[in-house]
């Protein structure tokens, strides 16, 4: 289950990790990374990349160096790490574009229909079923790690449904009989919490702040379909 909510978090870093060039640095290195080449290439803000490279530390794919202060100088991608970005960063960005409509996704699944919304939930979801065409390892090690990206890339799409069902009524109404014959109380319905308060609490992570200015983003628009 951790591994599989793991994804909220991992999945948008690889994929910003990718973009700016960060992961294209750690393969290519014989050795260790030095923190500042790393904030060089990829102008990102020291505070938030120290975050990011954590992260992936965290999932087995990084080592790092620190010093006594305990601040980390210098990144190296372990053998694991080395499998996982042969086969990672494409997927985890079909997902990512998914995450900004799990911010309101209660409202997309209990409100009015939403047929992009639907129609790419569909393709993810046909996606996993297909284990997101990641073919089984050649050994146990590869494997260990082709299943940890699967977990991730799913968990994005379960995570989610695991918060809105509940919220709305699902999860009483599947105890409601058992309920009634023992004469106990329903549950209250438990408050809405938004995505983007929930990746904060969990993850330490707003989404809304930038980190250029230090000014508070808003929602514009929701992207439904693919560029």
């Known amino acids: 289950m951790f591994n599989h909510l793991a994804g909220i978090a991992m999945a948008p ?10 992961l294209e640095l750690l393969t290519e290195a014989p050795g260790w990374v030095v923190f500042d080449e790393i904030v060089k290439r990829t102008r990102a803000n020291r505070g938030y ?61 209990f409100g009015a229909s939403n047929a992009p919304l639907v129609s790419a939930l569909s393709e993810l979801v046909e996606r996993a079923c297909q284990r997101w065409g990641i073919r089984p390892g050649p050994d146990t090690d590869s ?19 695991m918060v809105v069902l509940p919220q709305a009524g699902v999860e009483e109404a599947s105890v409601a009989p058992q309920a009634v014959a023992r004469k106990e109380p329903m549950k209250e319905k438990t408050p809405r919490v938004d995505w983007a308060e929930l990746l904060r609490r969990t993850f330490d992570l707003d989404v809304f702040a930038c980190v250029r200015c230090g000014g508070r983003r808003r929602v514009l628009a929701y992207v439904m379909a693919y560029a």
């Open 13 to 22: 870093t690889v994929r910003a990790l990718a973009d700016r060039g960060a």
């Open 49 to 109: 990349l120290r975050v990011a490279l954590r992260l992936m530390a965290s999932s087995g794919w990084l080592s790092r160096h620190v010093e006594q202060s305990g601040r980390d100088t210098a990144y190296q991608l372990t053998a694991k790490g080395r499998l996982a970005l042969e086969i990672a960063p494409q997927p985890y960005g079909e997902v990512v574009a998914f995450l900004p409509k799990a911010i309101s996704f209660e409202d997309h699944v």
């Open 143 to 161: 494997e260990e790690v082709r299943d940890q990206v699967r977990g991730h890339l799913d968990g994005v799409l379960v995570g989610p449904v």
